[in-house]
């Protein structure tokens, strides 16, 4: 439980003890509010004062449960009060204050629901390309807690967590949670709240593909289908293999995107005059439109559009080259 919480819940039992202690000594004693208040906490904080009032038998018992249930519940408070101070707890809810302080500002983040093994290795690749993200986790790992990344502990199936990782100024979501049925969940609840949002989402049964698609997935990765096409890939065309893995992880040549803004300077020109191959060193291997069209290996007089998609391929470092067209 939230130390901060089992705090709340410790101080909000002693104060009921002194309600129901108060409320015993006007019914049995008879006496005014005030003084059996005063009763209740001089007995309870065993400060040793005479009793203030001339106690009958009846009365004498209900100090006596008052001195053995009201010291046991003001010690669990202390208790939990001294742990949340000086156990290190405090600082433990410090750094999740600041940490939500974080992940409130994030802007056209990711968020990334689960962190098993895939979705370790997606948050390595993602921090490698300096994109900024967010973890979704159930049960936060020492690993998670000491790795630097944002992170917010909940249930992604929850729209609470999603909202407190920012979905609403988040622009991507990828559920790659343990059970199909936890996918599909999050998938549905995330496109419920964003209709804009990309949402990439695993099926660990290809049978789940189209009920992930149906529930708002823009894109259904599949590991057993991914891994058998690449088994059979590996079988006929090794050497493509190899060229394909060397860029996706970045190792001597690299595969990029990159996306034209209304404002670019490019807009309207064609690819022999856009400068990509003289400035950058690239290759345009094909352009995706704005209305969803694909253009495969195009010409040098393919003309730019603002909203097109460039697929680049060019040597290690094309990101950090590419920045240098912005604006």
């Known amino acids: 439980m939230d130390p901060r919480i089992r705090l709340l819940y410790s101080i909000g039992s002693v104060v009921a003890f002194v309600i129901i202690g108060t409320a015993g000594y006007m019914l049995i004693e008879h006496q005014p509010l005030l003084l059996s208040l005063y009763m209740t906490v001089i007995t309870v904080s065993t400060v040793g004062f005479k009793e203030v009032i001339n106690l009958d038998p009846a009365g004498q018992i209900w100090t006596m449960l008052v001195i053995m249930f009201g010291y046991g519940t003001v010690a669990i408070a202390l208790a939990n009060l001294v742990s949340l101070l000086v156990g290190g707890e405090l600082r433990a809810i410090r750094g999740r204050l600041r940490m939500n302080a974080h992940v409130k500002e994030l802007r056209n983040h990711v968020i990334l629901c689960g962190y098993g093994r895939m979705g370790r290795l997606i948050a390595a690749e993602l921090k490698r390309d300096a994109v900024p993200f967010v973890v979704i986790d159930k049960d936060v790992s020492k690993e998670l807690e000491s790795s630097g990344m944002l992170f917010v502990q909940g249930d992604a199936t929850e729209d609470s967590t999603l909202l407190s990782a920012g979905l609403e100024k988040a622009k991507a979501l990828v559920s790659f949670l343990g059970t199909d049925a ?84 490019m807009v309207g020109s064609r690819l022999r005059e856009s400068g990509l191959r003289e400035r950058v060193g690239v290759t345009v291997v094909a352009i995706k439109r704005g209305d969803g069209a694909q253009i495969f290996s195009p010409g040098p007089d393919e003309v730019i559009n603002a909203s097109d998609q460039l697929i680049l391929i060019g040597r290690r470092g094309l990101a950090e080259r590419l920045s240098s067209l912005r604006g």
């Open 182 to 265: 936890d996918n599909v969940y999050v998938t549905l609840s995330a496109r419920e709240l964003r209709s804009d949002l990309t949402i990439i989402s695993r099926a660990e049964n290809p049978t789940t593909e189209t009920k992930l698609s149906r529930a708002g997935a823009d894109a259904v990765i599949c590991p057993q289908i991914i891994g058998a096409s690449k088994a059979a890939a590996m079988l006929l065309r090794p050497h493509v293999v190899d060229f394909v893995d060397m860029a996706a992880r970045g190792v001597d040549i690299e595969i990029a995107q990159y996306d034209i803004t209304p404002g670019s300077h």
